[in-house]
């Protein structure tokens, strides 16, 4: 069993930065993958970005590549997304979630086991 917490939400104008944290408790080391999702009003949660534990490889969403980054330390069993350039259209509750199988994409929600209770992210103009 794992648990996760983020942290790190808030309001911010366009153009800003905000780091999202994601902290895993319980079982961290079973976890292959860990992802960043939001959900936007009105709107379908989407995949944002992952990393996989294996090679650390990283993947982003077209929307948020190259202003986002995810990355994580492994002591402090902590992933985080680092958010430039913040537009309106990321504000969203953004969740993060830990895959422990293998095999799964990093976008596929339905292979992530575990979730965060989410967190916030408002960007104004």
């Known amino acids: 069993h794992v648990q996760l917490v983020e942290s790190g939400g808030g309001s911010v104008q366009a153009g800003g930065s905000l780091r999202l944290s994601c902290v895993a408790s319980?079982?961290?080391?079973?976890?292959?993958?860990m992802g960043w999702f939001r959900q936007r009003p009105g709107e379908e949660r989407e995949a944002v970005a992952g990393i996989y534990s294996v090679g650390s490889s990283t993947y982003y969403s077209d929307s948020v590549k190259d202003r986002f980054t995810i990355s994580r330390d492994n002591a402090k069993n902590t992933v985080y997304l680092e958010m430039r350039s913040l537009k309106a259209e990321d504000t969203a509750m953004y969740y993060c979630?830990?895959?422990?199988?293998?095999?799964?994409?990093?976008?596929?929600?339905?292979?992530?086991?575990?979730w965060g209770q989410g967190t916030q992210v408002t960007v104004s103009t």
């Open positions: 979630a830990a895959q422990l199988g293998y095999g799964g994409h990093w976008d596929n929600q339905s292979r992530h086991n575990f």
């Open positions: 319980g079982s961290p080391v079973s976890i292959n993958c």
